[in-house]
């Protein structure tokens, strides 16, 4: 199920002769699907640009992904509007994940 996106994000693809950027703002809206081995995100901006960017991440890249950010977040300054949603969503997957072990 769609979810629209709140925030924003900026999506690169660099090759050696050209590069892709998108920019997927609050008109825009994101979705994410569970399948045997990973996650798949996709971004989706409506309208006539219309642009989707997709990935798959497998779960122990996942894992290394979120180990990555935990790492990048340790130090830094974040508003504290935005520490709680980030402690929210990371409560809530921390739960699930105990939850089914």
Do not use: W
Request: proline content about 4%; aromatic content about 6%; overall charge negative.
């Amino acid at each position: 199920m769609r979810k629209p996106i709140t925030d924003g994000a900026e999506v690169s693809i660099e090759f050696p002769d050209k590069a892709y950027l998108g920019y997927f703002r609050r008109d825009s809206t994101f979705d994410v699907v569970r399948d045997n081995d990973g996650i798949a995100v996709k971004l989706v901006h409506p309208g006539e640009d219309k642009r989707i960017a997709s990935f798959h991440l497998h779960d122990y890249l996942l894992a290394d992904v979120l180990s990555a950010i935990a790492d990048c977040l340790e130090n830094a300054e974040i508003a504290a509007p935005q520490r709680a949603a980030l402690a929210e969503a990371s409560a809530k997957l921390t739960s699930i994940l105990q939850d089914h072990s």
